[in-house]
């Protein structure tokens, strides 16, 4: 609303310029017209201030650091792919198209996460967009060769980063620069807002390690290879990660081996309490423990709430007897 009544001035600016350029005399037209120039620049400086971004994120938790970000600044953050849904194996809908096409900058980790939108980035190369995967100071967790493979793992990195609050920190620098690349007018709220995300999550990752520390040596074993980052960050010990899709079955072997190592385990961290996992659970006598990585909680409204309840989660899994 704001931004229309600023262009409606400013198209108001111009005819009255025209008009007065025809029928004032000349010594007192020019007077005017520097006066009237000096509000209709006023007039375009303010409205690119007030004027909305449109920011698409692929996934909610990328969503929340967006928003999270951005407090105090019109800008609409949406999410991309609905609550639940499986990044590694969406397909693109045409509304999916149009709201890319709508947006005017794009948050996605990659292609070797979301390779649904791979595509669609590189045949529409207008489209701003911020690929989070390439960023050169992200931490990258150790692989574990003995896992069974795990097809999102692209190049040899976990691609569930925004999962360790140092990379977090990451995505802000790169997401405020992007920002005030698009919107020069907002650098000093987006400094601002920048300083204190950093601040937060200083302080965000101390509270957490300090509630993880007296568990670092009890183990687990994570239904689905998502939570990489956050072992990593937190000096967490995983024994192993089933990775099984809904179509495969476990070998003997493997779910032998899964057994074996159960006994030092104290629970199964799974991303969602789903049938498949809950029979796992049972089979290794283990309970499960739901660590939603995906943020699809929609209760959760910030970045801070997200990993607080993933800590919290990890708490009740090494925490629990065995």
Known sequence: MIYRLHFTFLHFVRRAMFYMASFLPFRCTLTKLVLLLSMALCARGVAAETEKLAVLASIRPLSLLVQDLTQGLPVEVATLLPAN????????????????QNANLIVWLGPDFENFLAKTLH????LAHLQLGDLPALQWPEEHHDHREHDHHGHGHDMHLWLNPANAMEIHQALAEKIVQLRPAWKQTVQHNLQQQIAQLEKLQADIQQRLSAHSQHRFIAYHDAYGHFVAAFDLHQLN?????????????????LQNQA??????MA????EQEQRLAKILNLPMVVADGLASDAKLQTYADFLTGIAAAFETCLAGSK
Do not use: F, G, I, Y
Request: with cysteine; net charge positive.
């Open 271 to 274: 991303e969602k309490n789903a």
């Open 263 to 268: 006994r030092n385990a104290r629970c199964l």
């Open 85 to 100: 849904a499986d990044p590694h194996n969406w397909s693109m809908r045409m509304s999916d198209r149009t709201r890319l």
């Open 123 to 126: 045949s529409h190369k207008s």
């Open 241 to 257: 990660a089933v990775n099984q899709s809904s179509e495969q079955r476990l070998s003997a072997k493997a779910l032998h081996q």
